[in-house]
């Protein structure tokens, strides 16, 4: 995504009426869409602005920051899965032709985008089609080709990418008061995904699954049968985070056959653990870590067919022993 773009809109005052932000879900793309918004509203003149921010102060911006802004409207809808038409016409078609109260723009947000039915995006198609000068409308979607063809053709396309564990890291410090232990593990399982490092980092069930992942990794090869069966009823006590376990061992795993191939040690996914990776990558050969990981996967498959969750660790951590 091109944050220059942003930077060039709100400075030239030339943003476009539509912009479709698109990336996974946690990735901020409705934090980014309210920071820009807030920007183009702000009352203190752009060239007057450190790279178009806003200024954070202004009748406006403090507005837009408590979500009373006249002017930013989010569309809301009833149904968990779906945008209907009516909605659409109602918060954003009709709304359209109703001039901003106090500012220059009139900004609309649609979250979830990607949910408007098919008429709903053809009523919106109309207004993208003549919009009036005075709007901006942003559509988030986690994937942009669930939306007509029409409507991405008109309009700006920005793709949320992956950000750097070390920044998502120094944003968790800095914004939530956290300390470096509980943001290192959130940041790097989130893999550059903002909103789930958030998520993670402030869950004390996933540092407690973290810690029990990390016991299983040190101490499976030496393992009795009746240490497996303990183990793999801890680990399925972990109900609701059957992926978050699984996909921490798929992590580490690949963290250990990238080292043994040869990877730079700074870019592992785990570099707070680089010692025990290192470790496990002399221990391991090729052949064990892709039936290893084979056994990842497969247990899986079981957990989504509904395998009892404790037979299949005991299988996964037999296999991995």
Not at 35 to 45: D, G, M, S, Y
Not at 85 to 101: C, G, M, T
Not at 169 to 188: D, M, N, V, W
Not at 256 to 279: M, P, Q
């Amino acid at each position: 995504m091109s944050i220059k773009h942003i930077g060039d809109a709100v400075r030239t005052g030339r943003a476009a009426h539509a912009y479709i932000i698109d990336g996974e879900k946690g990735m901020g793309k409705k934090m980014l869409s309210a920071a820009f918004a807030k920007a183009l509203l702000c009352e203190k003149p752009a060239e007057e602005r450190e790279d178009g921010e806003p200024c954070g102060v202004c009748h406006s911006c403090i507005m837009a920051e408590s979500g009373n802004h006249p002017d930013l409207i989010y569309v809301t809808h009833e149904k968990q899965g779906s945008i209907s038409v009516d909605e659409i016409r109602i918060q954003v078609v009709n709304d359209v032709l109703i001039k901003p109260y106090s500012s220059a723009r009139k900004i609309y947000i649609i979250p979830d985008a990607c949910l408007m039915t098919a008429e709903a995006q053809n009523a919106l198609l109309k207004t993208l089609e003549e919009p009036p000068s005075y709007i901006t409308i942003f559509l988030l979607a986690d994937n942009r080709e669930m939306l007509l063809p029409t409507i991405v053709s008109r309009a700006v396309c920005l793709s949320m990418r992956a950000l750097k564990t070390e920044d998502i890291i120094s944003y968790l410090q800095r914004e939530k008061g956290l300390s470096p232990y509980e943001t290192e593990t959130a940041a790097y399982f989130a893999r550059g995904n903002l909103g789930k490092a958030m998520l993670l980092a402030e869950d004390e069930d996933f540092g407690e699954l973290f810690e029990e992942v990390m016991k299983v990794l040190s101490g499976v090869r030496e393992m009795t049968d009746v240490m497996i069966y303990e183990a793999a009823s801890a680990a399925a006590g972990f109900k609701e985070k059957k992926d978050e376990y699984l996909g921490i061992l798929m992590l580490w795993f690949r963290d250990v056959l990238y080292l043994k191939s040869g990877g730079d040690r700074e870019k592992v996914v785990f570099l707070n653990r680089l010692h025990e990776t290192e470790l496990s990558a002399e221990r391991y050969s090729y052949e064990q870590l892709g039936c290893i990981i084979e056994a990842i996967k497969t247990a899986g498959s079981r957990m989504k067919s509904n395998v009892n969750p404790e037979y299949t660790y005991e299988m996964l951590f037999t296999a991995m022993r």
